[in-house]
């Protein structure tokens, strides 16, 4: 990971993007949300930590529906599951379905560098990243496609309904 990278990635830590409440479009605006340091987490701030410069450094792995190592490629829940394993010991839910009950909600304005993001149609759980910092996600997009940073201010990403979690 280039010298750049790893200072933009760390710089971005402390800056969430605005409020999410539950399944909103990015970015909403809401009223105040609890710290981030009072939401329960299995996470230390250093596996989060750990947890974030992992997937980032994942970046450009083929994408792999079912996949779930760096050798074999990442379907966006295999993902989350081999970084949280390998990182910080903890096993996540293995679907995307049940990624949406893991760890407790977050807010947007509460959120930090290790949580995960999750994507909606209506009230279904379609996708699932690892917050990264800066309003910035890290996930594995789709068939034919590879592991990818991207922000939750895109067109495309804006337009989906959001909802972040702490393992």
Not at 19 to 40: E, L, N, T, V
Not at 66 to 89: K, M, Q, W
């Amino acid at each position: 990971m280039s010298t750049l990278m790893l200072a933009l990635l760390l710089a971005g830590c402390a800056s969430p993007p605005p409020s999410q409440r539950g399944w909103q479009a990015y970015p909403a605006s809401g009223g105040a949300a609890a710290p981030a340091a009072d939401i329960p987490s299995r996470l230390t701030l250093e596996q989060a930590g750990d947890v974030t410069l992992y997937a980032v450094g994942l970046v450009g792995t083929p994408y792999r529906y079912g996949g779930n190592t760096p050798e074999s490629g990442f379907d966006c829940s295999g993902l989350i599951s081999h970084v949280y394993r390998s990182r910080a010991g903890v096993v996540p839910p293995r679907t995307v379905a049940k990624l949406q009950f893991w760890g407790a909600p977050v807010a947007g304005e509460a959120i930090r560098s290790g949580d995960v993001v999750l994507f909606a149609l209506r009230d279904t759980v379609t996708h699932a990243g690892i917050y990264v910092g800066e309003g910035r996600f890290v996930h594995a997009p789709s068939t034919g496609g590879e592991v990818r940073l991207e922000s939750l201010a895109s067109r495309y990403w804006a337009s989906q309904r959001v909802a972040f979690r702490r393992p």
